[in-house]
């Protein structure tokens, strides 16, 4: 997910953290009373696993019934889930909390979609590996730089053109797993999970730093995997072409005026009044909800579109179908996951889940979540207990500053799998991260065939992608 919703996050432990500093009799109150009344039972989880169901089976099976319905069934369970937890446990909070990530989640990629959308990028080069290899590689670098979603958006058009006549689900498959996720592991900017901890304290180049290893390594062998996967299914177009093709070898570009809407919108990021104490809130509940960033992003979709290069917009084939979808499936996915997420992150932070934790346990255990919860909450959860684990509070500037200093027992090298984790897993499915479902949509979009939910994952994720994160495990922290 994208870092619009971490300043909700980061405020929702505040909160909780708050209330772990409250009397000893306030406890026994609580465990006794209101605790128990707002802990989800386990069958709650029941509506998200049926959703992820049936984005996986939908398409495959009943696509005509799924096409015409997925929003009402999204919808529709989101409320189930939202409507037990206001009348059965009678809390409020939760549900407050998630419509306002989710305003800020839909508000980030939808600007970054349609601004991305007014920039046309064409590339007069024969389709080789090598061509498709660099082009990823530099999609992955530029993630860095204006966000996974931000790269993904603006480059993946372009990627579907250069390779027209052989585009097939492993070239969207593989910019998913090297542009849309493991790229943005370099800075805060890259992907949610590390501009939340930015903001709770940890150095704003502590990623580049402590990263880069494993965002080389893992990007080798996803560049060198593809290259032979490319190499010997692309060549069917090599000898489908029965006239040979001149290639001038330029590169243009149409509407660049909208990367300076794409640069209001990363620097609107950081409008936080979480952090900066001068910009506007909705106050509730002792928290602060941003908005101000939300106006600024929705204002830039609107006036990005107006002003748009028709040009470019056609090139593009732009329509608003994929940010539709997405904008759908994730009111689920945010409605329904709220008690998947609160027991795994209350588990986290009790006492035996505190005793649990190693390096390898972080990084297996923030990374499987990763893959199918929002990875931003799941880095929050698994940070906090890593630093409660050391008698450290996350909602310490001061102690999060030290522990990613390595102020602690091996803290740094904690907060190293945990961030690592969260980024390269959030290519398991889908829904992992933002982009992926929307590079999905994007690719059926121009007529690619692509796998279901669970093919995804059975065809690439489980063959290529677990091994990889199996052999960073193994080189990065393993033995360590």
């Not at 990007?219 to 032979?228: D, E, N």
């Not at 102020?407 to 398991?428: K, P, Q, R, T, W």
Request: with cysteine.
């Amino acid at each position: 997910m994208e870092t619009a919703n971490s300043s909700t996050l980061i405020a929702q432990a505040d909160h909780d953290q708050e209330e772990s500093h409250d009397s000893p009799e306030m406890h026994a109150d609580a465990d006794h009373g209101e605790e128990e009344h707002h802990t989800p039972p386990a069958w709650l989880v029941i509506p998200f696993v049926a959703l992820l169901l049936m984005i996986a089976t939908g398409p495959l099976f009943y696509e005509h019934f799924w096409h015409h319905n997925y929003p009402k069934i999204a919808v529709g369970l989101a409320i189930m889930v939202v409507l037990y937890y206001l009348f059965v446990l009678g809390n409020v909070h939760a549900p407050v909390h998630a419509l306002a990530e989710y305003v800020q989640f839909i508000a980030l990629l939808a600007s970054l979609y349609i601004a991305s959308g007014g920039i046309l990028i064409e590339i007069d080069k024969k389709a080789t590996p090598m061509a498709n290899v660099t082009l990823l590689l530099i999609g992955a670098l530029i993630s860095n730089l204006i966000g996974t979603t931000g790269a993904s958006m603006l480059l993946i058009r372009p990627f579907i053109r250069l390779n027209k006549g052989n585009i097939q689900a492993y070239h969207i498959i593989f910019f998913i797993f090297m542009v849309s996720n493991v790229g943005g592991s370099l800075t805060p900017i890259g992907d949610p999970p590390l501009f939340l901890g930015f903001l709770k304290g940890i150095p704003f180049f502590w990623t580049l730093e402590h990263n880069w290893p494993a965002w080389i390594f893992a990007l080798g062998v996803l560049a060198i995997v593809f290259y032979f996967i490319d190499k010997k299914f692309g060549k069917a177009a090599d000898d489908a072409e029965l006239e040979p093709v001149t290639y001038t070898n330029k590169f243009s570009m149409i509407g660049i005026k909208n990367f300076g809407w794409l640069f209001i919108v990363i620097c609107s990021v950081f409008l936080d009044p979480n952090v900066i104490e001068w910009v506007p809130a909705i106050h509730y509940d002792g928290q602060k909800f941003s908005f101000l960033r939300e106006v600024i992003m929705l204002s830039v979709a609107f006036f990005s579109y107006k002003f748009a290069d028709q040009r470019a917009i056609k090139g593009n084939e732009f329509n608003f179908e994929p940010i539709r979808e997405v904008a759908f499936i994730f009111i689920g996915i945010f409605g329904t996951m709220m008690p998947a997420l609160e027991l795994v992150g209350n588990f986290a932070k009790s006492p035996e889940g505190a005793a649990m934790i190693t390096h390898n346990t972080l990084y297996w255990g923030t990374g499987t979540l990763s893959g199918f919860l929002d990875n931003a909450p799941t880095y929050l959860n698994f940070l906090a207990a890593a630093m409660a684990s050391k008698g450290a509070s996350i909602n310490n500037i001061e102690e999060v500053r030290q522990f990613a200093a390595d102020g602690f027992h091996d803290s740094a090298f904690e907060l190293m799998a945990i961030a690592v984790a969260s980024v390269f897993f959030g290519a398991m499915t889908y829904i992992g991260n933002g982009p992926n479902f929307m590079v999905k949509s994007i690719a059926e979009q121009s007529g690619i065939k692509m796998p279901s939910f669970f093919g995804y994952i059975i065809r690439f994720s489980l063959p290529i992608l677990l091994p990889l994160l199996f052999l960073v495990w193994l080189v990065f922290f393993a033995f360590a």
